[in-house]
Every structure is written in C-alpha cells, then in structure tokens.
C-alpha cells in the first residue's frame, strides 16, 4: 500500500496505480480526514465526519464529470477522454492521500485554536493545499495529453475551478464536519440546503480580522 501511494505521488501517468487501488486510496485517506476533524467533539462526529469526507470527494467528481465529458467533446477530445479520466481518477487518490496526511493537523487545529470561524478558514486552507497537490499529479498526467492537443490544457484549467466552486458549496451542505456549541451531533444540518457556502465563508473571514 506504501509503495502504490508512493507510485502515485511521484510516478507519471504510466506508472500510476490500478483504478481499484486509487479508489482504496483516495477513500481511507478522506476518512482518515474526516475522522481528524470530528474525533475531538464526538466520537458519533467523527465516524459521520469519516463517512462524509469520502463522499464529498466522490460527489463533488460524480457532478462534476458530466460537465467535463461535454466539454471534451466539444472541443473534438472525446477520444482522449479515457486517458483523462484516469488523470482524474489519480488526482482524486492523490486528494485523499493529502487529506489523509493532514489529519494530526486537523486534530492540532480544533485542541489549539478556540475561534470558530478562524478554524474553518484554517480547515479551507489545508483542502485547498490538498487539492494543489492534486492539481500537481493531474498535470502531471495530462502532460501527454496537452503535448498531444493543447487544446487540453483548457480542460485542466476548467476542470480545478468546476470541482473547486462544487466542493465548496457541497462541504456546506454535507456539514458539520466539526463540533459546534449548541449544537447536536447530527449527520446534517435541518437548514443544510437553505445557505451559500460562499457568504459564509465571507462572513468568516470578516469576523476572524475583527
């Protein structure tokens, strides 16, 4: 298992692991994550929190994936878009992988930091580190594909901001990942659809420089 996680950070698209074990991968390192943000309110928190980390990963791919198969094949790269869902399929494991190792930190955050809306802000961050990482092995997947038909690199470009934008707001909705006071341990919020993720997280920042 260490050798494929290894293969899959390092290696190139030809060496990446098979789809089952990207798949065994990517999902033990978002439960890993998910199980670091929830353990310290709740122990019934943290095995939600393990549950949903694995599937806001896959849904935010599953709604996403539509969108990019048109797009390929409305530039003339429908051909190409198998070796470009493997690229996916690897930037997904690499995702957990990155999450998965950012798990002590996500324990340090919630024993350390006592504002709310400043840990949520240091929770976005270290996604968004994980993501970059995942960014870093899709490009590396995509480089035949973009020397091939350059075409492709507006693919890439599109594809982080779509999965980007839709995780986001389904984090929002699949909350709570992490305790709240005055709140119950619940698999999801009664308002869960009701709310922008992106006001919030605007009224968060403003209210952690206050």
């Known amino acids: 298992m260490f050798a494929a996680a290894e293969t899959l950070l390092r290696g ?4 990446a692991p098979t789809a089952r074990r990207c798949l065994w991968l990517g999902a033990s390192g978002c439960a890993l994550a998910g199980a670091g943000l929830g353990v310290t309110a709740d122990p019934w928190l943290a095995l939600f929190a393990a549950l949903k980390v694995p599937l806001l990963v896959a849904l935010t791919a599953g709604l996403c994936l ?27 494991a690499t995702l957990g ?8 930190m996500l324990v340090f955050l919630a024993v350390s930091v006592h504002d709310p809306y400043l840990v949520t802000l240091l929770d976005a961050a270290q996604f968004a580190a994980a993501t970059w990482a995942a960014q870093a092995v899709l490009s590396r997947h995509y480089a035949p594909l973009i020397a091939k038909d350059p075409r492709h ?3 890439l470009r599109g594809w982080l ?8 707001q389904l984090a929002w909705v699949l909350r709570p990942f992490r305790g709240t006071a005055g ?7 009664p308002e869960a659809f009701e709310q922008n993720a992106y006001v919030v997280l605007l009224e968060h920042l403003v209210k952690a420089l206050r």
Not at 12 to 15: E, I, L, R, S, Y
Not at 161 to 168: I, S
């Open 12 to 15: 190139a698209a030809a060496d």
């Open 97 to 104: 992988l990155c999450l998965g190792s950012l798990a002590p």
């Open 161 to 168: 901001l779509l999965f980007a934008f839709t995780a986001v």
């Open 153 to 155: 690199r507006l693919c």
């Open 183 to 189: 709140f119950p341990v619940q698999f999801l919020r």
């Open 66 to 92: 539509p969108s990019f198969f048109v797009v390929n094949t409305v530039l003339g790269l429908r051909d190409d878009f198998p070796a470009a869902c493997r690229g996916l399929l690897a930037a997904q």
